[in-house]
C-alpha cells in the first residue's frame, strides 16, 4: 500500500487542522492505520491509531480529547482531526499502516510495527 499525507501548516495555537492520508491499493481495508510524529531532534511518537473497521482506537495521552482519528474504508482515507493545538504539536506528520492482523487488538502505538509510511507533513504551530 501506499500512503499520501496531506493537510498541514501553520496554525496558531489553539486553532485546528485536519490531516489526511490517501491510501492507494485494493487491500488497504484489511491495514491498521496510524498517525504518528516526528519534532526535531526527537524520536518518532505514537500518535492515534486506529482498527480496519474502526472500532478500535487508540491516542497518545498528549492528544487525547483534543485529536480525533477515523477512516473512510470505501474512499481509503484516514484523517486525523487536531484542535486545541499547542506547540509541542509542531511536528513532521506521519500516516503509517500496519498489516498485522490480531483480532481484537488495539491499534499499535510502536513504531517498528507499522510497515508503510507516507511521506509525512508538516505542522507548526504558532505561539
Known amino acids: 500500500v501506499q500512503l499520501q499525507a496531506s493537510g498541514g501548516g501553520l496554525v496558531q495555537a489553539g486553532g485546528s487542522l485536519t490531516l489526511s492520508c490517501a491510501a492507494s491499493g485494493r487491500t488497504y481495508i484489511t491495514y491498521v492505520m496510524g498517525w504518528f510524529r516526528q519534532a526535531p531532534g526527537k524520536e518518532r511518537e505514537f500518535v492515534a491509531g486506529?482498527?480496519?473497521?474502526?472500532?478500535?482506537?487508540s491516542y497518545a495521552d498528549s492528544v487525547k480529547d483534543r485529536f480525533t482519528i477515523s477512516r473512510d474504508n470505501g474512499a481509503n482515507t484516514v484523517s486525523l482531526q487536531m484542535k486545541s493545538l499547542k506547540s509541542e504539536d509542531t511536528a513532521v506528520y506521519y500516516c503509517?499502516?500496519?498489516?498485522?492482523?490480531?483480532?481484537?487488538?488495539?491499534?499499535?502505538?510502536?513504531?517498528?510495527?507499522?510497515?508503510?509510511w507516507g511521506q509525512g507533513t508538516q505542522v507548526t504551530i504558532s505561539s
Open positions: 503509517a499502516a500496519d498489516q498485522t492482523i490480531v483480532p481484537g487488538r488495539r491499534p499499535s502505538t510502536r513504531v517498528n510495527d507499522y510497515e508503510y
Open positions: 486506529i482498527s480496519r473497521s474502526g472500532s478500535l482506537i
